[in-house]
């Protein structure tokens, strides 16, 4: 699995490309992918949808996370499925 900085977040996002980072991963299996922080999972994209977006408050670095995962969805366009919040 390859390793992804900060910086290098967003683009893996956008391609849908597993990584491991400081702190944060994305795996993928078949036509699904998740992101996740921590252990928490942050974002999950089943067949091109975004189907979960957690965009609730956590700490400076998850954070962070969520910014670069942001940019990462919003540099691809995907289409939003059943877009869940705060699961």
Do not use: C
């Amino acid at each position: 699995m390859a390793y992804a900085t900060l910086k290098e977040l967003p683009k893996f996002v956008a391609d849908l490309k597993p990584f491991k980072g400081n702190s944060v991963r994305a795996e993928s299996w078949t036509d699904t992918y998740w992101v996740y922080s921590y252990s928490t999972l942050m974002l999950e994209i089943r067949g091109g949808l975004i189907t979960y977006l957690d965009n609730r408050k956590y700490s400076v670095t998850t954070s962070k996370h969520q910014g670069r995962i942001a940019q990462g969805i919003a540099g691809r366009n995907f289409a939003t499925g059943a877009l869940v919040y705060n699961r």
